[in-house]
Structure formats: C-alpha cells, structure tokens
C-alpha cells in the first residue's frame, strides 16, 4: 500500500518561493507518475505537473510553466516541487497523487496524499 505524505506549505508574500515536497512510503510498483494538483476554496481540484518515474518526463500545465518545476529524488522516494515567482491566484491547497498513467486527469491517481496549505498575499 503506497502513502504519500506533503510537506512545505505555508505563507509567503507574491514573487515568493515554496518548495512543496512529496514523500512516497511502501509499494510502488505498477505507479508511473507522480502528479502535482492544488484546489482553490470552490474550484475543482486542477493538475499542474507531473513527472513520469520511468523516465523523469516532466509536464507543466501553462500557469505554472516557467514558475514551477518538478523534479524527484529516487534515494530518498521525493518528488518536489519548486514554486518561485508565486502569485496570489496559487493560493491553495496541494496535493501529490501517484497512479499508473501519465496525466492531468485526478480520477486516474489512486494514491493521494493529504495535503498542504500554500498561502500567498498580495
């Protein structure tokens, strides 16, 4: 049974950097992506980036590309993700997922973790 755990939310003024990091614990096996998502206060929970654990491919939904970038170390079963430049719109919560397919789509993440607050003020 795979567990993620999130860590590295908080507080930061706009322009600010957060680095979100994703601790995947127990079997992994058959699980080819680990994705990033974030739901914002009354919005559906969206994609952001993902990266491929075969390969190391990455993708970045356009809001975040250019800010955003994801990157894993397999040592220590991390996947992070470095946010610079923040903007008050990336206020949310975050949340890593892992699954068998490499996509933006949450319903094909079986495997979520709990969470982390990102605050950003203007």
């Known amino acids: 049974q795979v567990q993620l755990v999130e860590s590295g939310g908080g507080v930061v003024q706009a322009g600010g950097s957060l680095r979100l990091s994703c601790e995947a614990s127990?079997?992994?096996?058959?699980?080819?992506?680990i994705g990033w998502f974030r739901q914002a206060p009354g919005q559906e929970r969206e994609a952001i980036s993902y990266?491929?654990?075969?390969?190391?491919?990455?993708y970045y939904v356009d809001a975040v590309k250019g800010r955003f970038t994801i990157s894993r170390d397999n040592a220590k079963n991390t996947v992070y993700l470095q946010m610079n430049s923040l903007k008050p719109e990336d206020t949310a919560i975050y949340y890593c997922?892992?699954?068998?397919?490499?996509?933006?789509?949450?319903?094909?993440?079986?495997?979520w973790g709990q969470g982390t607050q990102v605050t950003v003020s203007s």
């Open positions: 997922a892992t699954g068998p397919v490499l996509t933006t789509i949450p319903k094909f993440y079986p495997t």
């Open positions: 127990g079997f992994m096996s058959g699980n080819r992506a």
């Open positions: 990266i491929s654990l075969d390969d190391g491919h990455t």
